[in-house]
Nanobody
Framework: QVQLVESGGGLVQAGGFLSVSCAAS????????MGWYRQAPGKQRELVAT???????NHADSVKGRFTISRDNSKNTVYLQMNSLKPEDTAVYYC??????????????????WGRGTQVTVSS
């Protein structure tokens, strides 16, 4: 299948910045959409931002103007630059990818994979 590994994150003071990245690996044919989601304690997982293979982006209203998603298709990697961080941005950030991979016997299959998450903590 397809594995996603996040890196980055950590602890930062309010108003600061952080970046996270996520690399996909496996027998990937194509990745249609990559995105970031987050889940704060006691809350449901929510969309942060997505980006398609042609670079079309979608950012949640809560992060517009502060966060920027980008992608390197040649590396199957998605990035999230987070500026002007607020305590309410504290959450585990998860990477997601949706696309096609080549399985056994050359069978091409759809996949939707999640990373294990990386913690982002913003102190006030």
């Amino acid at each position: 299948q397809v594995q996603l590994v996040e890196s980055g994150g950590g602890l930062v003071q309010a108003g600061g910045f952080l970046s996270v990245s996520c690399a996909a690996s496996g027998n990937i044919f194509s990745i249609i959409t990559m995105g970031w989601y987050r889940q704060a304690p006691g809350k449901q997982r929510e969309l942060v931002a997505t980006i398609t293979s042609d670079g079309t982006t979608n950012h949640a209203d809560s992060v517009k103007g502060r966060f920027t998603i980008s992608r390197d298709n040649s590396k199957n990697t998605v990035y999230l630059q987070m500026n002007s961080l607020k305590p309410e941005d504290t959450a585990v950030y998860y990477c997601n990818a949706d696309g096609y991979w080549d399985g056994e016997r050359g069978i091409r299959r759809r996949f939707n994979s999640w990373g294990r998450g990386t913690q982002v903590t913003v102190s006030s």
